[in-house]
């Protein structure tokens, strides 16, 4: 009677750990090599402080242009946070929030900058990432920079 028990036992626990590990989702991610020509893609475009996050903020790569001031490092993070967390574009995120008074204290969170330069990067559908540019000449100038670069790694800046 103890073999049966010891085999009922052993066969009901095999069975309930097949069980025991939910079926989770899968995600794209940037990875470090993704990352490093996003950054060489940018810097190609214009001189700049360059910062690429994985889909879960983690830094992946930042790199500083020639003569580019040392704010830009961390304004470029914090750019690509923004983008990351908001799944917007730092620039039309800024401007939505100053057009509406209950935003106004978005700019006192010290991981947002509302300033344009951050990007979401997208494959298909699924975040995978963000990227910030900062000290290429201004907002414009550094989102355009970053569009660039995420166009030349085949990523798109909004879901499709």
């Known amino acids: 009677m ?63 242009g020639d003569g580019i001031g040392p704010h830009n490092t961390a304004a470029s993070q914090r750019k690509a946070y923004t983008a990351l967390s908001t799944k917007t574009p730092t620039r039309l995120f800024a401007e939505r929030a100053r057009n509406n008074p209950e935003t106004a204290n978005l700019n006192t969170l010290d991981e947002l900058l509302l300033l344009g330069g951050g990007l979401p990067l997208f494959a298909g559908k699924e975040l995978v990432g963000a990227m910030g540019v900062a000290g290429s000449g201004g907002g414009e100038q550094d989102e355009s920079c970053a569009t660039k670069a995420a166009e030349i790694v085949g990523l798109s800046i909004i879901r499709t």
Do not use: M, Q
Not at 23 to 50: F, I
Not at 56 to 61: A, S
């Open 2 to 64: 103890t073999v049966k028990y010891l085999i009922a036992s052993l066969t009901i626990g095999l069975s309930s750990a097949a069980f025991a590990a939910p079926d989770l989702p899968r995600h794209a991610d940037l990875d470090l090599k993704t990352a490093r020509l996003l950054a060489d893609a940018a810097l190609e475009n214009c001189t700049a402080t360059v910062s690429v996050l994985d889909r879960g903020g983690n830094l992946l790569v930042t790199l500083r």
